[in-house]
């Protein structure tokens, strides 16, 4: 017998040893994971589960978590029922370790606002994280909405705290801390030691957490003034909450920023006024002669003819015939909007990752990425002490001028690069480099939805609340308001914190004079509610007529009057369901999509077995599906419209009912399933975005 060939013990576990150091060096430096974008892009990668790991998202969620909520508890093959569709008071704290359950519910929200249509991608992800958005996703006045409001939640908010922070500096109210500020700048300046100063206090601010309050101690943005920096009474006439501009109160964390965005966005005029209807026609189902939809005018285009029936009255040309600049000027626009929405969500996501990168969130580790910044700021600290002002000034202007006069040999460097290392830009993105494997919002929520279903625990919807919060002070803790040293907090007494914050119902109405009042105000005169109130009595009658007829277009065969069966509710209905069977329609048909985990391959299915509403679907063989798809198969999913967008804004305000969505799914062969009239759409969409193996891109 030939003798075997045995490895020293040594050699296995010293490999070991390297491959974890050169990980650990790879992770620490800002070099992209993999280079395969440029040396093999055509190269194709699937997985169908979420323990095959192929990114960093599905890596962490399936891993064993040192500190662990109620999701991360071992059970049995059942699904868990955490506390979908009960009151926050009734739902286990914390659901996920190192995490409050409403800075959880706030992820959820948002990511129910930002995501519309996800495809599967089968390269290789930026910074090994999917959910990414693609270069050519689609564009909507709808969509655009969510990007400006969510870059106003994570942006102009945030801007808006660092302004009042260096006002609260200047102002010297806090007499100690600006005296500080302002010896250590001066003594700095006289030693020419400014920059020095300066770059080692973004080290110590970067890594070291504690330092940031210290600085800078916290208060809610709406009780300091931007201008003298003092205290000043909230624009919503309460501090109903601490990190919103205007105080207003809210029921869950955040939500009074969301309102916030909202009301910012419905400022614009325009184009933006389109957006604000909800125009979003990829989403729309399809229409026929007759539907609603056909009988409702484009609301959209009283403005435009409101704008020319001005013009005209003020002598100018009549209508668009005249103007040969009108359609030129509208597509320039609108095409234009796209690459707008893509630059706008491209801020988002880098302040975003920053904000991520500074104070991570579990699971995401808690040091890596602030010393791979801070790594980057230590050479400045280096360079500013042996380097003199005249040389860096030098070099400055030098760089200037070579990039204004040196395009011949950028053009020709661009195009030598372009043709040997093709998409080599990729490599050197934030995301692929010192903001490698940290998530954006939605990749963190995206992560936190897979840690669940790993754990066979879906993360319960953020809770309803269909009443207004009480107008009342919010409490303050030493988190949302303190001071540094000895001094009070804004140095203002505690009546006077007392009396900004109380409730004022006369300072939400205040604006900034009579001239601002006039532009505002707009009152309809008691003829004009009763003519309102006429009008949306026969639109409420007309909108029932057409819902009726609905019906028997449906019986008929017409698919458009199908989809629409049940996408406005009873008033009374019950829409509970989740997290396992979602009340649902298929081709018009009522009954349940279901999702089956105990089988061998995990799969979504829609039953008309009214049984199902009593007893559920788990364990059940007795069920036969009109269809079933396996979750490892899903290539897409897509929000639609349960109506037309016009539809939507008429049962709106005529009935003041919700709609129920729908949702597409669409598997590897191209096949698309089309789900109707789904109260719980965001829900089912985050079970399946979150349950198999796929490496998703955001369109």
């Known amino acids: 017998m030939a003798a075997e060939e045995t490895k020293p013990e040594g050699s296995s576990s010293g490999n070991a040893l390297g491959t974890a150091l050169r990980t650990a060096l790879t992770d620490a430096l800002p070099v992209p994971t993999t280079a395969q974008p440029v040396s093999d892009p055509e190269q194709h990668e699937t997985a169908n589960s979420l323990a095959e790991e192929p990114t960093l998202s599905h890596a962490l969620a399936t891993d064993d978590h040192e500190e662990k909520g109620v999701v991360q508890e071992s059970r049995d093959d059942e699904v868990a029922d955490l506390g979908w569709n009960e009151k926050k008071e009734n739902i286990a704290a914390p659901l996920v370790g190192g995490m409050d359950n409403e800075d959880?519910?706030?992820?959820?929200?948002?990511?129910?606002?930002?995501?519309?249509?996800?495809?599967?991608?089968?390269?290789?992800?930026?910074?090994?994280?999917?959910?990414?958005?693609?270069?050519?996703?689609?564009?909507?006045?709808?969509?655009?909405r969510a990007t400006v409001e969510r870059f106003y939640m994570s942006v102009v908010v945030g801007l808006l705290a660092a302004v009042k922070h260096v006002a609260r500096?200047?102002?010297?109210?806090?007499?100690?801390?600006?005296?500080?500020?302002?010896?250590?700048?001066?003594?700095?300046?006289?030693?020419?030691?400014?920059?020095?100063?300066?770059?080692?206090?973004?080290?110590?601010?970067?890594?070291?957490?504690?330092?940031?309050?210290a600085l800078f101690p916290p208060a809610p943005i709406a009780l300091v003034d931007s201008t003298s920096g003092g205290v000043q009474k909230p624009k919503a006439g309460v501090l109903g909450s601490v990190d919103s501009a205007t105080g207003a109160p809210e029921h869950h964390k955040g939500e009074a920023v969301e309102q916030e965005a909202s009301s910012f966005f419905n400022g614009f005029t325009s184009i933006v006024v389109t957006s604000a209807t909800g125009k979003n026609l990829q989403a729309d189902p399809p229409t026929e002669d007759g539907s609603p939809d056909d009988s409702v005018p484009d609301p959209t285009g009283l403005a435009v003819t409101a704008a020319e029936a001005k013009d005209v009255a003020a002598g100018g040309r009549p209508g668009s015939k005249h103007d040969n600049t009108k359609i030129p000027v509208e597509n320039a626009m609108w095409t234009k909007m796209r690459p707008i929405m893509h630059g706008i969500a491209d801020v988002s996501d880098t302040w975003e990752r920053f904000a991520n990168a500074l104070s991570p969130t579990p699971p995401f580790p808690k040091d890596i990425y602030r010393l791979r910044l801070a790594a980057l700021v230590v050479p400045l600290v280096l360079v500013s002490i042996f380097l003199s002002s005249y040389v860096f000034v030098k070099g400055a202007t030098f760089g200037i001028g070579f990039g204004f006069f040196g395009d011949p040999v950028i053009t020709r460097g661009l195009t030598w690069l372009n043709r040997n290392y093709p998409h080599w830009e990729k490599l050197l993105e934030l995301r692929n480099t010192i903001l490698k494997g940290v998530p954006?919002?939605?990749?963190?929520?995206?992560?936190?939805?897979?840690?669940?279903?790993?754990?066979?625990?879906?993360?319960?919807?953020?809770?309803?609340?269909?009443?207004?919060?009480?107008?009342?002070p919010v409490e303050?803790?030493?988190?949302?308001?303190?001071?540094?040293?000895?001094?009070?907090?804004?140095?203002?007494?505690?009546?006077?914190?007392?009396?900004?914050?109380?409730?004022?119902?006369?300072?939400?109405?205040?604006?900034?004079?009579?001239?601002?009042d006039a532009a505002k105000g707009a009152k309809h005169g008691r003829r004009g509610s009763k003519i309102l109130g006429f009008f949306k009595g026969t639109t409420k009658g007309a909108v029932k007529t057409a819902m009726g007829a609905d019906h028997a277009r449906a019986k008929a065969g017409s698919r458009p009057a199908k989809y629409r069966l049940g996408a406005v509710p009873r008033a009374n209905a019950n829409l509970v369901s989740g997290p396992v069977d979602f009340q649902a329609r298929y081709e018009g048909h009522k009954g349940h999509v279901y999702i089956t985990t105990k089988a061998t391959i995990p799969a979504v299915a829609f039953s008309t077995d009214s049984t199902i509403e009593r007893i559920g679907s788990a364990e059940r063989e007795d069920l036969h599906p009109l269809w079933s798809i396996a979750v490892g198969d899903i290539a897409g999913l897509k929000k639609v419209g349960g109506l037309g967008w016009k539809s939507k804004i008429v049962v709106g305000w005529s009935l003041g009912r919700e709609v129920a969505d729908g949702l597409e799914i669409t598997d590897r062969r191209g096949c698309v399933t089309r789900i109707t009239a789904l109260p719980l759409r965001d829900e089912l969409f985050n079970r399946l975005v979150a349950m198999g193996g796929q490496k998703w891109e955001a369109w």
Not at 185 to 207: E, G, K, N, R, S
Not at 449 to 461: Q, S, T, V
Not at 489 to 507: G, I, K, V
Request: net charge negative.
């Open 440 to 472: 954006t919002n939605a990749q963190l929520t995206l992560t936190l939805l897979r840690i669940g279903e790993a754990n066979k625990a879906p993360l319960p919807p953020p809770p309803r609340v269909n009443s207004p919060p009480p107008d009342k």
């Open 169 to 213: 500096l200047r102002s010297w109210r806090e007499t100690r801390r600006t005296s500080c500020f302002c010896a250590a700048y001066f003594i700095a300046w006289m030693f020419d030691f400014i920059v020095p100063l300066l770059t080692v206090t973004i080290i110590a601010l970067i890594v070291y957490p504690p330092s940031r309050k």
């Open 104 to 144: 959880l519910w706030l992820l959820i929200r948002r990511f129910n606002k930002q995501m519309y249509h996800v495809k599967e991608v089968p390269n290789s992800v930026p910074g090994n994280l999917d959910l990414n958005i693609a270069d050519e996703e689609e564009f909507s006045p709808d969509k655009l």
């Open 476 to 516: 303050i803790t030493d988190a949302e308001l303190r001071a540094t040293g000895a001094e009070p907090p804004l140095n203002a007494t505690d009546s006077e914190l007392q009396a900004a914050m109380a409730h004022d119902p006369q300072t939400a109405h205040e604006t900034g004079g009579a001239d601002i």
